[in-house]
């Protein structure tokens, strides 16, 4: 049986990683092992380093961290092999994770740039899709958001917005959470 894939998605401070945080632990209650929790956060300054510790410290104290901004596919691989310590995966978040990538390809031309997410992005779920561990993927939504007025804005929001629904196309279950309150938007097998 495959994993079940829970993409939550919404707006900045919608409350959607508190609502994955639930989730995946909802799903690691159900089987032995820990929770790994992904976070693709980098503290480039002082703000960040406070979000990214009080992050930390909300989670709880048996949860493993494993802090990759870019590489998820490569680094989470031999992590998912010893299924009996790790239950379930939460990666929070995939909005920072392209804008990662983005940074790191900016003297990329774009169709180069848009190749690698989307490469990338395929391979983060092929082995989500074969890892026998639950995942649940908070990302943010681009969709309701103004149209950037800088080139690297519209092509972060075109990208996020395709990784996005490569994602949700293949999960079991969505949510989009608004103001703290969490709505599915889908149900049952992925398509």
Request: one cysteine or more.
């Amino acid at each position: 049986m495959p994993p079940r894939i829970c993409l939550v998605i919404g707006g900045v401070r919608s409350g959607k990683s508190a609502f994955a945080e639930n989730k995946v632990a909802e799903f690691g209650s159900t089987i032995f092992g820990t929770v790994l929790y992904v976070a693709t956060g980098v503290a480039f300054d002082e703000e960040m380093k406070e979000r990214i510790r009080k992050h930390r410290e909300s989670r709880p104290p048996d949860w493993c961290t494993l802090d990759e901004p870019v590489q998820l596919a490569g680094k989470l691989s031999p992590m998912l092999r010893d299924v009996d310590n790790t239950s379930a995966v939460i990666i929070d978040s995939i909005d920072v994770w392209v804008a990662n990538l983005l940074m790191e390809l900016q003297n990329e031309d774009r169709l180069t740039q848009e190749t690698i997410v989307i490469g990338e992005t395929d391979k983060l779920l092929r082995l989500i899709m074969y890892a026998r561990q639950p995942f649940v993927l908070v990302t943010s939504e681009v969709g309701l958001s103004l149209v950037s007025p800088e080139p690297l804005g519209r092509l972060f929001q075109d990208l996020l917005g395709t990784v996005n629904q490569r994602i949700a196309a293949v999960a079991t279950e969505v949510y989009l959470v608004v103001a703290g309150v969490p709505n599915r938007i889908k149900s049952g097998t992925a398509e």
